[in-house]
């Protein structure tokens, strides 16, 4: 529970680093001190504990990670389950932003769908500790425009996109982030190979325990990609319903 191990299940490659080096100090301090001095230091003790250290929160790590699996593996089923039952378009938007809000363990959450004229229009929002989640504050973004934006170019590409550090990418080709966003992650909705209807764009994925905003993992990014994968055929079958609706009921008119 302390922040150190917080800190190793994020980073466990720089922690296994940082224990193999501390290691070879130890030898080494204990080889010269023997050596110069005559000194006999115990380093193998710390070395051992150490060892032992790291191996501890190696497989707390491994069960933790394990775990976070399993739940997001139940939430990707239940969640599937409930988009096929969904029989309301708004209600199926926000199953899909909750429970990919609930994957990622993210700060925020948008969903864009594309709209007949041509627009991204953001149709559902997730905000941890927020009151507006109203969607209609985001604006749309113009797939005919002239200029570019991130959101349009991962449309276009059909492509995930992860951008775990804006400290390091300040700039993008499109202009400059200016919210407080750290890490991002878009990932288009693809009911096919070819075709994207809409995006899902992650911000800020957070540590569960610290709250801390963490990288996206990519075991967090293919969950990402099999949810939004998911929610386009659910909302293409549906949108496929309603237009059936609309021709029965124009045939029973005429």
């Not at 190793?8 to 070879?24: C, E, I, R």
């Not at 100090?25 to 790291?54: E, K």
């Amino acid at each position: 529970d302390s922040r150190i191990a917080a800190w190793f299940n994020s980073k466990p490659v720089a922690a296994v680093t940082l224990v193999l080096v501390l290691n070879a100090l130890f030898l080494s301090l204990g080889f010269f001190l023997f050596v110069q001095f005559g000194l006999l230091m115990d380093a193998s003790t710390w070395v051992i504990a150490q060892t032992v250290i790291m191996g501890a929160l190696i497989a707390g790590s491994m069960t933790i990670s394990l775990g976070r699996a399993r739940y997001r593996l139940r939430k990707l089923v239940e969640n599937g389950i409930l988009l096929g039952q969904a029989t309301n378009r708004d209600l199926l938007l926000r199953q899909t932003i909750d429970a990919a809000a609930d994957i990622a363990n993210c700060a925020e959450a948008v969903l864009y769908l594309k709209s007949e004229s041509g627009l991204l229009v953001a149709t559902a929002r997730y905000a941890h500790n927020a009151v507006n989640l109203d969607p209609k504050s985001i604006p749309d973004i113009d797939m005919h425009a002239s200029f570019s934006s991130i959101e349009k170019d991962v449309v276009l590409r059909g492509q995930t996109l992860c951008i775990n550090d804006l400290k390091k990418r300040p700039l993008f080709p499109f202009g400059t982030q200016k919210d407080s966003s750290q890490c991002i992650l878009y990932v288009p909705m693809k009911p096919h190979e070819n075709e994207v209807i809409g995006l899902m764009k992650l911000t800020n994925p957070l540590e569960r325990r610290s709250e801390q905003v963490i990288a996206f993992s990519a075991q967090t990014i293919n969950f990402a990609e099999a949810l939004a994968a998911h929610a386009a055929v659910a909302i293409e079958n549906q949108s496929l319903l309603e237009a059936q609706k609309q021709l029965m009921d124009a045939l029973i008119k005429l």
